[in-house]
């Protein structure tokens, strides 16, 4: 028998969820199983998947040893590289570069953006991975591989409940900053339906609704327009969070990203992948919210030459 202490990250989630982190390898089926038959309790009582843990709850899991496990945490052996933008208690926003990817995908395992976070969080005294029970730090919103800007990520459980609500509400405002060919329109409130297709990972695009398309509105600010290079900077405000949404948008206007060869022209030599920065942040919290105090804060990024002009 294994038992849990619930702690302040592992409170306010349901069991079923929290049994699933707090094990390595524990089938849904055997979970519910194990639910039903008292193998799992809470405060040594029999429970339901569904109800919702406090802090200082006890969890026993009569389970087989092989569910408990010693996870590998191969971030403990980085050394952090972080560019830190803005952190307080609850969360940090960081300026990912081009190349790193946000979480382990096939360009990359080890080595990704919120590795470096727990090693950095590690390194400074706000994490250690044994005395969680099943939290860790985690990405609030991510980007491409090969878009550089801001990513968000919270420290505890209760940030990261917080933030994904403000961002599912959209009381976060993203702006990017995109360098595309062509002389960009300036237009607000431009609505298009994506479909992606998971395989290719890349998007359809219509102009009307269709079966399995979801909106997505965008608006487009034209900053500069070069005619020697005939490229366009422009900024960005997304109102909704669709995959490869304003590269794919930008596509169907005309106006693809310099460097795209997803949606766009050939490689560009300046540029090998596509320019999209993400730069602003603005967060919008509800008045009663724990994170109150960040109401109309805004983060910039650092500056990027490449963003700043159309060369």
Known sequence: MKEFVIGPNDADQRLDKFVLKATTGLPKSLL???IRTK????NRKRCEAGQFLQEGDSVQMFLS????GEREERFLTLAPTLSVVYEDE??????KPVGLSCHADEAQETGTLIDHI??????KGEYCPTAENSFAPALCNRIDRNTSGLVIAAKNAL???ELNEMIRDRAVEKGYLALCHGKAPSREGIRLFLKKDGEKNR????EVPREGYLTAVTDCKLLSYDRETDRSLVQIRLHTGRTHQIRATLAHLGHPL???????KTRDKDFAFQALRSHRLQFHPRKDSPLSYLADKEILAPEDPKFTGNA
């Open 118 to 123: 727990k090693a950095y969080l590690v390194q």
């Open 65 to 68: 040893p092989d569910f408990f």
């Open 258 to 264: 310099v460097g795209d060869t997803k949606y766009g």
């Open 159 to 161: 940030a990261l409940r």
């Open 90 to 95: 609850n969360l940090l926003i960081c300026d």
């Open 32 to 34: 519910y199983k194990a």
């Open 39 to 42: 193998k799992i309790k809470v």
């Open 203 to 206: 998007v359809s695009v219509s």
